[in-house]
T-cell receptor
Framework: GAVVSQHPSRVICKSGTSVKIECRSL??????MFWYRQFPKQSLMLMAT?????????EQGVEKDKFLINHASLTLSTLTVTSAHPEDSSFYIC???????????FGSGTRLTVV | AQTVTQSQPEMSVQEAETVTLSCTYD???????LFWYKQPPSRQMILVIR??????QNATENRFSVNFQKAAKSFSLKISDSQLGDAAMYFC??????????????FGKGTLLTVNP
């Protein structure tokens, strides 16, 4: 499967600031990447689908202006949490879709803490 | 819409014993794929096993096997000879088009597996 690198693994930021999380597909040209959010002891919830060269598709209830997604190349997608607040504190995970039976390969996740 | 249900929030097993994790799903699509992912305390999602819906034969990966009952929309995971390293959260997931043109991966709520020495 694909190798996915996510950075940073942990970040602490002050309320009101913005934070950027990077997701890189190291050995696979990913036209589509996905961003998930996971609260403690809960499942992964899809936030948005990142499409290379076009606008991201957001799931219902996800604020587009707060969670900015950019997929400028086949190997990099970024998630920017703008004007972060404590309620945005969570674990964010990206994944690369290889399609069909290969499923998805996941990054190692980013733990965001907003203080 | 597609849904995945895991009815066992927690399970425990003795080391070297066998445990079965349950999963049911619902989808109106005929083309879909099923997965079990493992999430250890590191929180890295690791693919355990996958099953194509069009295949009748149950998938097997070493100590891990599935019981895929398509008519019943059931997809259980059996772990044989359980090891301490198997302790993790296990997520059942369905990859399907969910009525749209793009594939979407939907997760169950997970089952926390404890392995007792």
């Amino acid at each position: 499967g694909a190798v996915v690198s996510q950075h940073p693994s942990r970040v602490i930021c002050k309320s009101g600031t913005s934070v950027k999380i990077e997701c890189r597909s190291l050995d696979f040209q990913a036209t589509t990447m996905f961003w998930y959010r996971q609260f403690p002891k809960q499942s992964l919830m899809l936030m948005a689908t990142s499409n290379e060269g076009s606008k991201a598709t957001y799931e219902q209830g996800v604020e587009k202006d707060k969670f900015l997604i950019n997929h400028a190349s086949l190997t990099l997608s970024t998630l920017t949490v703008t004007s972060a607040h404590p309620e945005d504190s969570s674990f964010y995970i990206c994944s690369v879709a290889q399609g069909g039976p290969y499923g998805y390969t996941f990054g190692s996740g980013t733990r965001l803490t907003v203080v | 819409a597609q849904t995945v249900t895991q009815s066992q929030p927690e399970m425990s097993v003795q080391e070297a014993e066998t445990v079965t994790l349950s999963c049911t799903y619902d989808t109106s699509e005929s083309d879909y794929y099923l997965f079990w992912y493992k999430q250890p305390p590191s929180r890295q999602m690791i693919l355990v096993i996958r099953q194509e819906a069009y295949k009748q034969q149950n998938a097997t990966e070493n100590r891990f096997s599935v019981n895929f009952q398509k008519a019943a929309k059931s997809f259980s995971l059996k772990i044989s000879d359980s090891q301490l390293g198997d302790a993790a959260m296990y997520f059942c997931a369905l990859l399907g088009r969910s009525g749209g043109s793009n594939y979407k991966l939907t997760f169950g709520k997970g089952t926390l597996l404890t392995v007792n020495p």
